[in-house]
Each structure stands twice: as C-alpha cells, then as structure tokens.
C-alpha cells in the first residue's frame, strides 16, 4: 500500500516536455550524466518508439532536487523530479537515485515484469555493461569484490558504534562494555571510507542497491 502511494504521488509530478532535442552523450560527462534507453513498439504503425531518460546527477532544481528527462525519439517528451514514474505504452519507467548514481531505471509493464533500460555505450554504465559482456568472469569477480568490502565496511561501523555506545556509563550500567576488535586510526577510517565509496559507486553502475550496505555507506 505504501509503495502505492509512493507511486501515485510521483505519476502527479510528472510534466510535459518542451520538444527540445536530446543532447549526444560526451566522454566528460561520466561523472555526472546517467542516459538510459528504452524501445518500445509503437501501436500506430508498428515501428518502434526509443525512449531516453537523462539524468545529470549534479544538477538540481530551485528546492534542490534533481531531475530525470523522458525524451521520445530525440525530443523531451516529460520530466519529473526523482524518484520518477513516467507513463509508457504498457506500462511504467522507473526511475530513482542514490548517494552514488541511479539505484532505479527500470521499465515496469502493466502485469509487473521488470526491465532494465540499456545505458548509452559512452556512459560510465553503459562502459561497465561492456565490460561485463566482454569479460563475464572478471565482471562477477569485481562484483564480489565491491560487496565484500561493503560488508566489511558495515561491520567496522557497526563493531565501533557498539563500542561508542556502550562507553557511556549509563549503557554500560545494563549491557556491558564492548570493545571493537578492529581499532582503526583516523587515517585507516579515511581509507575504509574512500574504498567504500568506490565500492558502492562500481555498484551504482549496474543499478545494484541494498538499503543495509549501500545506504549504510551512504
């Protein structure tokens, strides 16, 4: 029911576009710059509609949201602050942020099924979707790689936040002390958190997001 509700309220924040034409993707926009592609048949005459959802992580509006832009064929056809819902023929595309990119482009038919939209090849997602497709093996080992070090990311915080608490005499009274068995220096902390991050934007690239490691990372 509150997912209902969730996407009731952003179907109402969707607005027509202005017909302006959808600008070629650049090298030096990886950073900032997410486009996804979506084709769909069209019930007209039978050819098939291309959708594109732009979104540029680093711009936002006057209440300091960021937008995502629907275009239909090359031209903006709505947009919507994030998370997004825009109506397409049979049903719905998805769209929603994290702390590290899109966590969310997916395109939602009417019975349900999910699909993710395809990121242009000149994107940072659309690159890492190349690099999984041209090397599957080492793709799941970097996978691997980006969770682990979020889960020992998650327990270095959870272990020194124990530790913390517990510090304080009126906890320590009813449950004890715990120290951490990981004592980090601030510089080690800096580390962790800069490998983190890494982690969690290699995750981003492949619209890959847990509220537990992600979130906490965030």
């Given at each position: 029911?509150?997912?209902?509700?969730?996407?009731?309220?952003?179907?109402?924040?969707?607005?027509?576009?202005?017909?302006r034409a959808l600008k070629r993707?650049?090298?030096?926009?990886?950073?900032?710059?997410?486009?996804?592609?979506?084709?769909l048949p069209d019930d007209g005459?039978?050819?098939?509609?291309?959708?594109?959802?732009?979104?540029?992580?680093?711009?936002?509006?006057?209440?300091?949201?960021?937008?995502?832009?629907?275009?239909?064929?090359?031209?903006?056809?709505?947009?919507?602050?994030?998370?997004?819902?825009?109506?397409?023929?049979?049903?719905?595309?998805?769209?929603?942020?994290?702390?590290?990119?899109?966590?969310?482009?997916?395109?939602?038919?009417?019975?349900?099924?999910?699909?993710?939209?395809?990121?242009?090849?000149?994107?940072?997602?659309?690159?890492?979707?190349?690099?999984?497709?041209?090397?599957?093996?080492?793709?799941?080992?970097?996978?691997?790689?980006?969770?682990?070090?979020?889960?020992?990311?998650?327990?270095?915080?959870?272990?020194?936040?124990?530790?913390?608490?517990?510090?304080?005499?009126g906890i320590s009274r009813h449950?004890?002390?715990?120290?951490?068995?990981?004592?980090?220096?601030?510089?080690?902390?800096?580390?962790?958190?800069?490998?983190?991050?890494?982690?969690?934007?290699?995750?981003?690239?492949?619209?890959?997001?847990?509220?537990?490691?992600?979130?906490?990372?965030?």
């Amino acid at each position: 029911m509150f997912e209902d509700t969730r996407r009731r309220r952003a179907l109402k924040r969707v607005t027509p576009g202005d017909g302006r034409a959808l600008k070629r993707f650049r090298w030096w926009q990886m950073t900032f710059r997410a486009l996804f592609y979506l084709r769909l048949p069209d019930d007209g005459d039978g050819r098939q509609a291309v959708y594109a959802v732009d979104v540029r992580h680093g711009k936002t509006d006057s209440s300091g949201h960021v937008t995502a832009h629907l275009y239909l064929d090359d031209r903006q056809h709505a947009r919507s602050r994030l998370p997004a819902v825009f109506p397409v023929p049979g049903g719905a595309v998805e769209v929603r942020k994290s702390a590290f990119g899109l966590k969310r482009c997916h395109y939602v038919t009417a019975d349900g099924a999910e699909y993710q939209l395809v990121p242009d090849r000149d994107s940072a997602e659309g690159r890492r979707a190349h690099f999984e497709r041209k090397h599957p093996a080492l793709s799941r080992g970097t996978g691997f790689l980006s969770s682990s070090v979020l889960v020992v990311a998650l327990f270095v915080l959870v272990a020194q936040l124990a530790e913390q608490l517990t510090a304080s005499p009126g906890i320590s009274r009813h449950v004890g002390t715990f120290t951490s068995p990981v004592d980090l220096p601030a510089w080690g902390n800096t580390v962790l958190g800069l490998i983190t991050v890494t982690a969690s934007t290699e995750r981003a690239l492949r619209l890959r997001y847990s509220r537990l490691l992600d979130g906490a990372a965030g």
